[in-house]
Nanobody
Framework: QVQLVESGGGSVQTRDSLRLSCAAS????????MAWFRQAPGKEREFVAV????????IYADSVNGRFTISRDNAKSAVYLQMFNLKPEDTAVYYC???????????????WGQGTQVTVSS
């Protein structure tokens, strides 16, 4: 059984930076895509970014493109989300997810972390 544990969330000010981490255990992440999603209060969960396993291809949501960077360390079975120039609209619970399909669609992901809160104040 795969377990995902996120860390690195917190409360920051507008234009600050944060780095989220997600550590996977229970199986190798070889051949698995790793992604970040987020859910703001009263809103549906939305895609943030995904990175493939082999060649590290990345896709970002338009709302974060140019401000967020996703990366992974396959040796550590970990995925990271470096967030720059944070805005109040980035406030949400951030979840990491892994699955065999490289996709923006949350339904494609088999395993999810418990989430970490990011709050950005103006």
């Amino acid at each position: 059984q795969v377990q995902l544990v996120e860390s690195g969330g917190g409360s920051v000010q507008t234009r600050d930076s944060l780095r989220l981490s997600c550590a996977a255990s229970g199986r190798t992440m070889n051949d698995y895509s790793m992604a970040w999603f987020r859910q703001a209060p009263g809103k549906e969960r939305e895609f943030v970014a995904v990175i493939s396993w082999g060649n590290g291809i990345q896709i970002y949501a338009d709302s974060v493109n140019g401000r967020f960077t996703i990366s992974r360390d396959n040796a550590k079975s970990a995925v990271y989300l470096q967030m720059f120039n944070l805005k109040p609209e980035d406030t949400a619970v951030y979840y990491c997810a892994v699955g065999p399909i490289f996709s923006r669609n949350a339904d494609r992901y088999n395993y999810w972390g418990q989430g970490t809160q990011v709050t950005v104040s103006s």
